[in-house]
């Protein structure tokens, strides 16, 4: 490849860096939902019927991000248009209660600041990630944080290669049977203090695999994440964001 046909691609492509993570809007995306105030029609539940991981609830209408796929379904089985997807990738939690939003509550879902966590981890964080049984959606999105767009190492957060350097661990996947042990030892050779973060539909909630045979999640009964970041799969700016909120990076 020439040097000329190299330049031509680089303008092509444009900057690619992500300046500034904590206002970027990714394009065409499907981030947070909206709620709009309009009435429901009489005994309408079409877009309860339509989610696919019952994330929708009725009286009022809400829906719960950590079991949301995102797949649109409720919009467009909704005849009232009270359901609208964002670009807003801005969509953590530190609950679960966090990330059930009602009409009017989209702003509810923005991660509350840690007081403890930024003193200890605010200068470095080191995090290692496990795929407890995923499809290696969240884990593509979760390398990229760490990429030339992303860049999180600006902020002094970098991935590890054992839990024995980490302080936090990225959970993905639906936590299934045969990853139930290796969850528990990565999680036990990391050192106090520590804390968890789920990231994506599967991991928090089981998402569309929620009850089947082959998914022990266990380990959440003993282990509560500190972090809860949705999405199928989670996107970058998401991961950053809600991980940056938690510290209290402005």
């Known amino acids: 490849m020439s040097i000329f046909h190299a330049l ?3 303008v092509a492509q444009g900057t690619q860096f992500v300046a500034d993570v904590r206002t970027a809007i990714p394009t065409g995306f499907r981030g947070r939902p909206e709620i709009k105030s309009t009435a429901c029609g009489p005994d309408c539940e079409a877009c309860v019927a339509a989610c696919p991981t019952a994330a929708i609830k ?4 809400s829906i719960d991000l950590g079991r949301c796929v995102f797949c649109n379904e409720c919009v467009a089985a909704c005849p009232e248009a009270k359901i609208e997807f964002t670009a807003q990738p801005r969509m953590g939690g530190t609950s679960r209660e966090d990330l059930v939003i009602t009409a009017g509550a989209e ?5 509350r600041a840690s007081e403890a966590f930024a003193k200890i981890f605010g200068r470095s964080l080191k995090l290692r990630q496990v795929s407890a049984g995923g499809c290696n959606g969240c884990e593509l999105e979760l390398g990229a944080i760490a990429n ?3 860049d999180i190492q600006r902020y002094g957060i ?4 054992s839990p024995r350097h980490a302080d936090g661990l990225v959970l993905s996947g639906t936590l299934t049977r045969t990853m139930r042990d290796a969850v528990r030892l990565a999680w036990d050779a990391m050192p106090e203090p520590r804390f968890l973060i789920a990231v994506g539909a599967c991991a928090i909630s089981g998402g569309l695999y929620d009850g089947a045979s082959g998914v022990d999640r266990s380990f959440l009964d003993d282990v509560t994440p500190a972090l809860y970041v949705p999405g199928c ?5 998401t991961v950053v964001n809600a991980i940056l909120d938690l510290l209290g990076v402005a």
Not at 233 to 237: E, G, N, R, S, V
């Open 8 to 10: 031509r691609v680089r």
């Open 58 to 61: 009725i009286d009022p209408v």
């Open 107 to 111: 702003e509810r879902t923005r991660v």
């Open 148 to 150: 030339v767009n992303f």
């Open 158 to 161: 970098e991935w590890v290669a």
């Open 233 to 237: 799969p989670a996107h970058p700016l």
